[in-house]
């Protein structure tokens, strides 16, 4: 969201009561232009829950979050929290966070994946534009793990999606799963994470699959 954006959807979230849980798991992965305010940041009436994660840029297994509400909302999520999920091995995984806190600086460990992360999404970004067909369109991210690709209107995302699996062996999540309405949604996007892999197997993966995508697009 833009600026102008965020503090529109604050105004009317405290002009009509309701409440806006800001999920920002991504926010200090970001690699290019400014970094935006938070909601949460301009909020003075306690509208916006902030939702966070360490899983994110420090280890997945973790899986540690963190929130930012008014005291009254905690409270309430933290009894919550605490006849749904067992507490079980989780003291000791946030204690030796807490540790990792103290010793590093982890601005700068976030700065160091920020440059990793980024060399790998224009990679992908210029590998997509050499050898995908010019009708699929793509997302071009600020930040995050993933792009967005687009093919044609009335295309078959989950078949092709399919076809990369068997044929190609690459793997690729499609976008009906990121919709309300799951695979009833007619949706012809899917997504790309562009960190998990090495430079050599970006470029490698892309290439196969736009020569995929041109096969499959011409039938």
């Given amino acids: 969201m833009s600026l102008q954006k965020r503090k529109a959807v604050y105004e009317l979230a405290v002009k009509y009561q309701v409440l806006i849980l800001e999920d920002n798991v991504y926010g200090e992965l970001r690699y290019r232009n400014a970094p935006l305010p938070n909601i949460k940041e301009f909020d003075t009436e306690g509208t916006v829950v902030y939702v966070g994660s360490v899983s994110k840029w420090i280890a997945p297994a973790m899986r540690i979050g963190f929130l930012a509400a008014n005291r009254e909302l905690i ?5 919550i929290k605490a006849a749904l999920v067992p507490n079980e091995g989780t003291d000791m995984i946030q204690c030796s966070l807490w540790k990792m806190f103290e010793e590093n600086d982890m601005h700068e460990e976030i700065r160091k994946i920020c440059k990793i992360y980024s060399r790998k999404l ?3 970004e210029e590998c997509m534009d050499e050898f995908f067909p010019a009708s699929v369109r793509r997302s071009s991210p600020d930040g995050g793990m993933y792009i967005w690709v687009t093919l044609p209107e009335g295309s078959d995302v989950q078949a092709f999606c ?3 699996a068997i044929r190609i062996h690459i793997p690729i999540t499609p976008g009906h799963d990121f919709y309300v309405g799951g695979a009833k949604q007619q949706c012809t996007s899917m997504r790309f994470n562009f960190v998990k892999e090495n430079m050599e197997d970006i470029a490698y ?9 041109k096969h499959y697009l011409s039938l």
């Fill in 122 to 124: 224009f990679l992908m």
């Fill in 162 to 164: 399919r076809e990369s």
């Fill in 205 to 213: 993966g892309i290439e196969r699959v736009g020569e995929l995508m």
């Fill in 75 to 79: 409270s309430l999520i933290l009894s």
